[in-house]
């Protein structure tokens, strides 16, 4: 299982960063908040499946940025 580029990781996070919505993302038994890029960097991997919890003032918005973003690097993603 190989980790994600670089790239992605930082994507990731930089959209989170632009919403003030929580967003943490569940992987496994772990949570982690998506804007924090060092939380990010040791936690997604490919060939994983995430769930994404998302709530806040934007979280409409920020729901379909990260559905894109997570689609375009080939995540499987789910949200609660």
Same mark, same amino acid.
Do not use: C, W
């Given at each position: 299982?190989?980790?994600?580029? /670089?790239?992605? #990781?930082? &994507?990731?996070?930089?959209?989170?960063? $632009?919403? $003030?919505?929580?967003?943490? #993302?569940?992987?496994? /038994?772990?949570?982690?908040?998506?804007?924090? #890029? %060092?939380? %990010?960097?040791? /936690?997604?991997?490919?060939?994983?499946?995430? +769930?994404? =919890?998302?709530?806040?003032?934007?979280? +409409? &918005?920020?729901?379909?940025?990260?559905?894109?973003?997570? =689609?375009?690097?080939? %995540?499987? %993603?789910?949200?609660?």
């Amino acid at each position: 299982m190989g980790g994600l580029e /670089t790239k992605a #990781i930082v &994507e990731i996070n930089q959209a989170a960063n $632009q919403f $003030q919505s929580s967003i943490v #993302i569940q992987v496994g /038994t772990r949570f982690i908040d998506v804007k924090s #890029i %060092l939380g %990010l960097s040791v /936690t997604l991997f490919n060939n994983q499946a995430y +769930k994404l =919890d998302i709530h806040g003032p934007d979280e +409409k &918005e920020a729901i379909e940025v990260m559905k894109r973003i997570f =689609d375009k690097h080939g %995540l499987n %993603l789910n949200f609660k």
